[in-house]
């Protein structure tokens, strides 16, 4: 059971290029988010999806596309990377939102933009 | 908007002494849920107890529990005869009860080190 997989573990880009971050979940969940994480700021919700087709912003949605075509994928797209998009950046699914399920997170993506 | 405080940077606590880990909250929705993860230094966030704001007792999990007060809208980790493997980062979260857990809120996280 691989559960949620991200890819690219570590990426380095040039201001301006572009590059999407792969999530892909195999537990049938409806409910997926992408998080970064910086320094001192804990994690930070940038976009969420509650089912195929469904997307919404998070608090720092700025700068990221996202879109889910299918349940199982939910790809981050930096359209015009920047260097304050350096950052750790996390996937995570839920199957529900109710009582004590949890979010199952990937192992991260370390983001480099020079 | 909901908003997590974890006042805690960073915490040293010898080998086998109990430690908490402090996190406040504010909400003023009535429904709500609290988690915390631990993110070790391989960078995984790993889930560790769940507390929802009508469970009437305190939630545990193993060597860990966590005090509720929700009076005082704090949810501290407790965590007890620590370990060599306890050091990581810890963060608290909070469940938006007007979405879900597409939609959790962290805190900026305590560092806990044990010393052997």
């Known amino acids: 059971n691989a559960g949620v997989t991200q890819t690219p573990k570590f990426q380095v880009l040039k201001t301006g290029q572009s590059m999407t971050l792969q999530c892909a979940q195999d537990?049938?969940?409806?409910?997926m988010s992408w998080y970064r994480q910086d320094p001192g700021m804990g994690l930070r919700l940038i976009h969420y999806?509650?089912?195929?087709?469904?997307?919404d912003q998070g608090e720092v949605p700025n700068g990221y596309n996202v879109s889910r075509s299918t349940t199982e994928d939910f790809p981050l797209r930096l359209l015009s990377a920047a260097p304050s998009q350096t950052s750790v950046y996390f996937c995570?699914?839920?199957?529900?939102?109710?009582?004590?399920?949890?979010?199952?997170f990937g192992s991260g993506t370390q983001l480099s933009v020079l | 908007a909901q908003k997590i405080t974890q006042t805690q940077p960073g915490m040293f606590v010898q080998e086998k002494e109990a430690v908490t880990l402090d996190c406040t909250y504010d909400t003023s929705d009535q429904s709500y849920g609290l988690f915390w993860y631990k993110q070790p230094s391989s960078g995984e966030m790993i889930f560790l107890i769940y507390?929802?704001?009508?469970?009437?007792q305190n939630a545990t999990e193993g060597r860990y529990s966590l005090n509720f007060q929700k009076a005082r809208k704090s949810a501290n980790l407790v965590i007890s005869a620590s370990q060599l493997g306890d050091s990581a980062m810890y963060f608290c979260a909070m469940r938006d009860p007007n979405f879900g857990n597409e939609k959790l809120t962290f805190g900026t996280g305590t560092r806990l080190t044990i010393i052997p």
């Open positions: 999806s509650v089912g195929a087709g469904i997307t």
């Open positions: 507390q929802g704001s009508y469970d009437e």
């Open positions: 537990m049938n969940h409806e409910y």
């Open positions: 995570a699914s839920s199957y529900s939102t109710q009582g004590n399920e949890k979010l199952f």
